[in-house]
């Protein structure tokens, strides 16, 4: 049986460790044993860790799994792949050509994307108990990042206190990744002023099973980011038949497509720098060559938020039902599997530990 050592926490409620839980139960069922220690393949998914500077180990396949949102990898990444690391995998096209152009070695990077649980994350299922108003949903750190600035003055300017509409907000201040970054002061700021549409502001983290439910009980949901590497939070949303505004631009267009989503048409800033970039909120620098990301008009996204609302529910949940088949054809964790069993078999590592053919 091949050992598998997955360098990353598992245990904290964070989208990382979130998904090296999945990974870590993803390989044992298919034949795997996960070695915390001496496994014969090291798949390091771990941003507590300075990349620039961790310990490669000494696993006979060595994988870094990286993401880096805003523009081409860093140089000092690069470096270390084919001559610290043999693989690396991201989990988009997006992050697999900003990993090309910042230097990596085209062959040895592969995609290996995420997925949802198809038991939880469906149509079929309890709502949250939302109010008749038709509602948006953002779901996420309330960082700039995330483009959530954009987001409340959209939404300012789209709809006032007369309108049957309402946003709400499910962020997670307590992610240790951002750390002093969320925009808690903003949202409590908006609410005080009696001509904006209601905001209701969830902070904290939540089951599968409730966020599910949230996803459910919505009519849209908007996630206006500036970069993303992944953004599972929109492909679980429209699993659950949620249909979701986003950018035409980066990670989301791999799973997000006309009949499946709302595209808000941003602006790509794109450019050359020579400057050190704070990657999180560990206070890792890093040195860049270019940034690479996009800027969601405040009018655009407020216009294409007033069209959907316009367009009614019965838009919205047609939109929302191709979204959801889409997604649970080809979008699971089982998919996102099946492709790191082929990746590490490919290596010569499948579960049984036999040679690869």
């Not at 060595?62 to 270390?80: C, E, L, M, N, S």
């Amino acid at each position: 049986m091949t050992r598998v050592t997955l360098v990353g926490d598992r245990t904290e409620p964070t989208a990382i460790s979130r998904v090296n839980r999945f990974w870590a139960e993803g390989l044992q069922a298919a034949g795997y044993h996960i070695d915390e220690t001496g496994g014969q393949v090291s798949l390091h998914h771990d941003y507590r860790q300075h990349f620039a500077t961790c310990a490669a180990g000494d696993a006979a396949l060595r994988i870094a799994v990286r993401t880096w949102d805003f523009g081409p990898f860093p140089p000092t990444w690069t470096q270390r792949i084919g001559r610290d690391f043999d693989r690396l995998w991201v989990h988009t096209t997006w992050i697999r050509d900003k990993a090309i152009e910042g230097g990596a070695p085209a062959h040895l990077v592969s995609i290996v994307p995420h997925g949802f649980d198809p038991g939880v994350f469906t149509p079929a299922g309890p709502t949250a108990g939302l109010d008749e108003a038709f509602t948006f949903l953002f779901v996420g750190a309330t960082v700039p990042r995330k483009g959530f600035d954009v987001l409340l003055r959209a939404y300012a300017e789209a709809f006032s206190a007369a309108d049957a509409v309402r946003l709400v907000v499910k962020g997670h201040t307590a992610d240790t990744f951002y750390a002093g970054q969320h925009m808690s002061d903003r949202i409590a700021e908006f609410q005080r002023d009696p001509s904006h549409a209601p905001l209701r502001h969830i902070d904290g983290y939540v089951s599968d099973y409730d966020l599910a439910a949230m996803y459910r009980a919505a009519d849209a949901g908007v996630f206006p980011y500036r970069a993303e590497g992944f953004a599972m939070p929109i492909l679980e949303a429209m699993a659950c038949g949620l249909p979701c505004i986003v950018p035409r631009f980066g990670a989301c267009l791999d799973y997000c497509t006309e009949a499946s989503a709302f595209f808000v048409e941003p602006r790509r800033i794109r450019l050359p720098v020579r400057q050190e970039f704070a990657f999180n909120a560990f206070e890792f620098r890093e040195q860049i060559t270019a940034v690479d990301f996009c800027e969601v008009p405040v009018a655009a996204l407020a216009g294409v938020m007033r069209d959907v609302f316009e367009g009614g529910r019965q838009a919205a949940q047609a939109r929302g039902a191709a979204a959801a088949e889409a997604c649970h054809r080809g979008w699971t964790w089982q998919r996102a599997f099946d492709r790191i069993v082929a990746q590490l078999s490919v290596d010569g590592f499948p579960p049984n530990g036999a040679p690869a053919s």
